[in-house]
Each structure stands twice: as structure tokens, then as C-alpha cells.
């Protein structure tokens, strides 16, 4: 499953998207099962939300580690984009509250 870009430029567009696109395609290769949605913003902020049963049981840091490898040789300008990185079992979705930006998005002036 490719990684959704629900909303704001197309990766074709933004190369740091484009960047950021890859490298968690790279980590839905290795994670089947997993979602992975990431967007633009603003003109500085990139989201991404990785939904994926693997992280049962593993603590916040835990998930982090496991997915910030993927993340770890973008270019410095892009990493310090990204805002937000949510990881989440698929039972959390309803009740996170970062989460909800993804499903019912406030509009950005970008």
C-alpha cells in the first residue's frame, strides 16, 4: 500500500514530501500492515501519521525508535519539517487526540 497524501501539495511538488514519502515507503516495505499518511501544512511543517499493529505492546520511545531510523539520513532541512510523527496501533486512532488533525483537518493558509 503506498503512503497516502491526503491533503496539501502533491510529492511531485515538494521535494522535501517527495523525500519523506520515500523513506516511509521504505518502512511500509519492511512493516506490512502498516498506514502511513503524511502531508504538508505549512510551508515548514510536514506530518506524518504511521498507524500499525506492530506497535502493540511497545511504549511511546520504542515506537520512535523503530521508525526514526527510516527517517534518519533525509536532509537536515527536511527532518526539521517534520512537526509531527504519530504512531499508533490501529485501536488508538479513535481516541488520539493528535490523530484527529489527520481526520478532520484545521485548513492552513500554505
Known amino acids: 500500500m503506498p503512503v497516502n497524501v491526503p491533503r496539501g501539495p502533491r510529492p511531485e511538488e515538494d521535494e522535501g514530501l517527495q523525500a519523506v514519502v520515500a523513506a516511509m515507503e521504505s518502512y511500509q516495505v519492511q512493516h506490512p500492515g502498516s498506514v502511513v499518511e503524511t ?45 509531527t510523527l504519530i504512531l499508533l496501533t490501529p485501536e488508538e486512532v479513535k481516541s488520539s487526540f493528535a490523530s484527529f488533525e489527520f481526520d478532520d483537518p484545521i485548513p492552513s493558509r500554505f
Open 39 to 83: 502531508y504538508r501544512h505549512g510551508q515548514y511543517v510536514v506530518r506524518i501519521r504511521v498507524i500499525n499493529p506492530g506497535f502493540r505492546g511497545m511504549t511511546k520511545s520504542e515506537r520512535h525508535r523503530a521508525v526514526w531510523p527510516f527517517l534518519k539520513d533525509l536532509p537536515e532541512e527536511v527532518v526539521s519539517d517534520i512537526s
